[in-house]
Nanobody
Framework: VQLVESGGGLVQPGGALRLSCVAS????????MSWVRQCPGKEVEWVAG????????KVVDSLRGRFAISRDNAKNMVYLQMNDLRLDDTAVYYC???WGTGGPRGQGTQVTVSS
């Protein structure tokens, strides 16, 4: 299993970013994929997930309306669109297999929200 995230960076409050993750080494289109994050000093938290064909997606209640997950199975890619970013969205964001925080994940991409 290999998961490689990209797209993080420094953004001002209210800005937007789209994170990308390319996956390999497993049956991507049959695998639930998630995004999880770890904010400074906090535990890893689940952010959003998608079933294998993308027909069912979920976002944690606290981020619904600002974050959205999508996938392109033809490219083995999963995305996290993040809008109206806030200071407390600062975190390392990871692409992961399966629902929740327990599955294998990539090396992460840093998102820093700061003015």
């Amino acid at each position: 299993v290999q998961l490689v995230e990209s797209g993080g960076g420094l953004v001002q409050p209210g800005g937007a970013l789209r994170l990308s993750c390319v996956a390999s080494g497993f049956a991507f289109s049959r695998t639930v994929m998630s995004w999880v994050r770890q904010c400074p000093g906090k535990e890893v938290e689940w952010v959003a997930g998608s079933n294998g064909d993308g027909s069912s997606t979920k976002v944690v209640d606290s981020l619904r309306g600002r974050f959205a997950i999508s996938r392109d199975n033809a490219k083995n890619m999963v995305y996290l669109q993040m809008n109206d970013l806030r200071l407390d969205d600062t975190a390392v964001y990871y692409c992961a297999q399966f629902w929740g925080t327990g599955g294998p994940r990539g090396q992460g991409t840093q998102v820093t929200v700061s003015s």
